[in-house]
């Protein structure tokens, strides 16, 4: 097993995690610490039931993405063509930058409330 395979099982694992993560924030209606800020009072947010509700369709969509791309990298679908590899894996930094950028915007207005 080389070192690719693995860093593609644990990008996958991360998906699952991300995945994991999106479905307790709905139905347990708790914001997660992985999607906000370290130290961040989660007990003084302005609006958690609108953040949970903003975030959890992009969260769940992210998680999912990365599984898919983790598994289609760990199964070497793209192995015989490199373009659209790393088309995939660009498109995957494309996809976590906006994901990063709305869930900044929604710390802000839901939860510290600018």
Same mark, same amino acid.
């Given at each position: 097993?080389?070192? @690719? %395979?693995? +860093? #593609?099982?644990? $990008?996958?694992?991360? @998906?699952?995690?991300?995945?994991?993560?999106?479905?307790?924030? &709905? *139905? =347990?209606? /708790?914001?997660?610490?992985?999607?906000?800020? /370290?130290?961040?009072? $989660?007990?003084? !947010? &302005? #609006?958690?039931?609108?953040?949970?509700?903003? =975030?959890?369709?992009?969260? +769940? !969509?992210?998680?999912?993405?990365?599984?898919?791309?983790?598994?289609? *990298?760990? +199964? @070497?679908?793209? =192995?015989?063509?490199? %373009?659209?590899? =790393?088309?995939?894996?660009?498109?995957?930094?494309?996809?976590?930058?906006?994901? *990063?950028?709305?869930?900044?915007?929604?710390? /802000? &207005?839901?939860?510290?409330?600018?």
């Amino acid at each position: 097993m080389n070192f @690719g %395979i693995i +860093l #593609d099982l644990l $990008i996958m694992l991360c @998906g699952v995690y991300t995945v994991y993560w999106a479905v307790q924030m &709905k *139905s =347990t209606n /708790k914001i997660p610490p992985m999607l906000v800020g /370290k130290n961040f009072p $989660i007990n003084r !947010a &302005k #609006d958690p039931a609108g953040f949970i509700q903003f =975030t959890f369709p992009f969260t +769940l !969509a992210v998680g999912m993405i990365i599984v898919a791309v983790g598994l289609i *990298s760990t +199964l @070497g679908f793209f =192995t015989t063509y490199p %373009i659209a590899e =790393t088309m995939m894996w660009m498109l995957l930094i494309i996809v976590l930058v906006v994901y *990063s950028v709305l869930l900044m915007r929604a710390q /802000k &207005k839901y939860l510290v409330g600018m």
